[in-house]
């Protein structure tokens, strides 16, 4: 009696362990064995398409990936768009955004510029296979919803240099559509999988997932497919997307930590950011505008606060030691340049030496009084104080002639006081007599 080892197919090992994987069988009952197994997945598949009723979008996704064998990552509306949607879905994988309506648009004008498909040895013209003069049939590929063929995505694989695996629910019907026109699954070319029902049985796309064990399987099956080279021994090995990709995981320029929108060191949002949180342009501590050591508000800034140009101590104009206003300043209050004392103009202690004010006439005293430069009690300027006119104080002489009246040293005395007061009292006055004489 003859026996043969069997290995298990993994397409029928599910929930197996590996040491069932190989058994040993009599000749005449591996025939039996073989469609035992293979019939009981059947009946279980076709019972559970038959009887289970997809109420979510997860059992759905599970059932098509019963279907196809890999993961369906996107099932478009089949709204006669879903050829381009799917195809729209894995171009944002590798960074090209463009939506469905877009990409319709985008393989009629390429038709149109493009008379032959494929290259030289494998191309033709692509209105060949057709029943309709190419210009209906462009016209009705661009009216939204329309469903789309074979010719549609040889166009995409052209336009966008990329190899496009189709996975029919019928074996038979798998096909790869190249730049070249070929059929050799080839690593120099990014691959994008669909999913297909063919007419009959929905005529639906969907967009497929990426797994190397069942892309292996899938391709030996076929009757059109090849491997340009032997089959991939790695994921690295056929240029796919999924994750590490231009949009979608992490590392991404979109989405994900460390990127360009979202998560911390950002662009935009999160810490350290160009626009918001601390240390940013706007808003926060240290900013342009707002908080702390800004521009405007807070302390030391140019308006408001103290130290600031307006308002406060230390300012132009108001506060303390100004320049118009307060103490120390250049009008107004003590020390300043008019009125109180120690002034230019004004006050006591004025530049006019000894008791003799050398005023060239009118109220006008050049020196005189108790060393006054100017301004407070005489100054040596200001008022009603002219260099020469109807009132003399002559300098040198004890006599000063002011209106007729005779003001000498002697009559002065020695400058106290009182005798300050008395000549402020007499300047003032000849100014409002002055002031009356005018009007």
């Avoid at 995505?153 to 996975?167: D, E, G, K, T």
């Avoid at 994008?192 to 892309?215: D, K, Q």
């Avoid at 626009?275 to 501590?285: C, E, F, T, V, W």
């Avoid at 200001?382 to 000063?400: K, R």
Wanted: with cysteine; charged share 25%.
């Amino acid at each position: 009696m003859y026996k043969i080892k069997y290995r298990v197919p993994e397409s029928a090992r599910a929930g197996q362990s590996a040491r069932s994987e190989e058994k040993w069988y009599h000749i005449s009952n591996l025939t039996q064995y073989t469609c035992t197994s293979t019939g009981a997945s059947n009946k279980k598949r076709l019972h559970r398409k038959q009887y289970c009723i997809a109420t979510t979008k997860s059992s759905q996704l599970e059932n098509l990936r019963s279907e196809f064998g890999l993961p369906v990552v996107m099932d478009p509306i089949g709204n006669g768009n879903c050829q381009f949607a799917a195809v729209s879905y894995h171009l944002r994988q590798y960074g090209i955004h463009r939506s469905e309506e877009t990409l319709r648009q985008d393989v009629i004008t390429f038709l149109r510029q493009t008379p032959v498909l494929g290259n030289m040895i494998c191309g033709a013209n692509w209105w060949n296979s057709l029943l309709e003069q190419p210009r209906n049939y462009l016209s009705r590929m661009s009216t939204e919803y329309e469903y789309c063929d074979q010719i549609t995505l040889q166009a995409m694989s052209q336009l966008y240099n990329m190899q496009i695996l189709i996975v029919s629910t019928r074996n038979s019907a798998t096909s790869l559509i190249s730049p070249d026109g070929s059929s050799c699954l080839s690593s120099r070319y990014p691959l994008i999988i669909l999913g297909h029902y063919p007419e009959g049985a929905g005529e639906h796309n969907v967009a497929l997932g990426y797994n190397r064990h069942v892309l292996e399987r899938i391709v030996d099956i076929s009757a059109q497919v090849t491997w340009e080279t032997d089959p991939p021994t790695s994921d690295d090995d056929l240029n796919v997307g999924g994750d590490d990709l231009s949009d979608g995981g992490d590392d991404l320029s979109a989405g994900g930590d460390d990127l360009n929108a979202g998560g911390d060191n950002l662009s935009a949002g999160g810490d350290d950011l160009s626009a918001g949180g601390d240390d940013l342009s706007a808003g926060g501590d240290h900013l342009s505008d707002g908080g702390d050591h800004l521009n405007v508000g807070g302390d030391d800034v140019s308006a408001g606060g103290d130290n600031l140009s307006a308002g406060g101590d230390n300012l132009n104009a108001g506060g303390d030691d100004l320049s118009a206003g307060g103490d120390d300043l250049n009008a107004g209050g003590d020390d300043l340049s008019a009125d109180g004392d120690d002034l230019s103009a004004g006050g006591d202690d004025l530049n006019a030496g000894g008791d003799d004010l050398n005023v060239g006439g009118g109220d006008d005293l050049s020196a005189g009084g108790d060393d006054l430069s100017a301004g407070g009690d005489d100054p040596n300027a200001g008022g009603d104080d002219l260099n020469a006119g109807d009132y003399d104080l002559s300098a040198g002489v004890d006599d000063l002639n002011a209106d007729g009246d005779d003001l000498n040293a002697g009559d002065l005395g020695s400058p106290d006081t009182s005798d300050i007061t008395r000549f402020r009292e007499m300047v003032q006055f000849k100014r409002n007599r002055r002031t009356h004489d005018s009007l």
